[in-house]
């Protein structure tokens, strides 16, 4: 199957500072990438769709503000997570798919970034 | 909305058992049906997928799963399990609509020896 990227795989940072994950598909054009948060022993819960070249869209409770979606190329999306708080601190994964004629294609995932604010 | 119910929060079965994990999904159109697999301390691994043609589709490490329209199912099933078939199992839906993926709440399983 096709390759989709994710980095880093773990950080950690200061209370207040920002975050940035980078997703990339390496072998297809991703025009749609999907960004989830995963909670211990829980299921992924959508954050937001982002389709190249417009603005991304969020579900209902997710602040767009704090948790910034730029989807600039059909091969990169980033979600950048401000102003960093412990309660931020979870499993983030990415999932990249391309709409063709005939529908949305299979949805490849990366690898998660489990992100630590202390 | 667009939503994903996975009816069985945690099975328990013994080896050689059967699986069945059920998987119903909100009405929105066209959808692309996934189940994926979550061993412990890895990440997602697609088991099997549904596009269209046969409803009963077969997938990985001798697991199944049968897309019902009309019941808007899609339930995973194994007809004997292994010790190592113990992690959490996910159903996603991807509706074509608007575009959005969504996952069930996820199943534990285990497989007692």
């Known amino acids: 199957g096709a390759v989709v990227s994710q980095h880093p795989s773990w950080v950690i940072c200061k209370s207040g500072t920002s975050v940035k994950i980078e997703c990339r598909s390496l072998d297809f054009q991703a025009t749609t990438m999907f960004w989830y948060r995963q909670f211990p022993k829980q299921s992924l819960m959508l954050m937001a769709t982002s389709n190249e070249g417009s603005k991304a869209t969020y579900e209902q409770g997710v602040e767009k503000d704090k948790f910034l979606i730029n989807h600039a190329s059909l091969t990169l999306s980033t979600l950048t997570v401000t102003s960093a708080h412990p309660e931020d601190s979870s499993f983030y994964i990415c999932?990249?798919?391309?709409?063709?004629?005939?529908?949305?294609?299979?949805?490849?995932f990366g690898q998660g970034t489990r992100l630590t604010v202390v | 909305a667009q939503s994903v119910s996975q009816h069985n929060h945690h099975v328990i079965l013994s080896e050689a058992a059967s699986l069945e994990l059920g998987c119903n999904y909100s009405?929105?159109?066209?959808?692309?049906l996934f189940w994926y697999v979550q061993y412990p301390g890895q990440h997602l691994q697609l088991l099997l997928k549904y596009f269209s043609g046969d409803p009963l589709v077969k997938g990985i490490k001798g697991f199944e799963a049968e897309f019902i329209k009309s019941k808007f199912s899609f339930n995973l099933r194994k007809p004997s399990v292994q010790w190592s078939d113990t992690a959490e199992y996910f159903c996603?839906?991807?509706?074509?609509?608007?575009?959005?993926?969504?996952f069930g709440q996820g199943t534990e399983l285990s497989v007692k020896p």
């Open positions: 009405y929105g159109g066209t959808v692309n």
């Open positions: 996603a839906v991807l509706y074509n609509q608007g575009g959005k993926l969504i």
């Open positions: 999932s990249a798919s391309d709409r063709g004629r005939g529908g949305y294609t299979e949805a490849f």
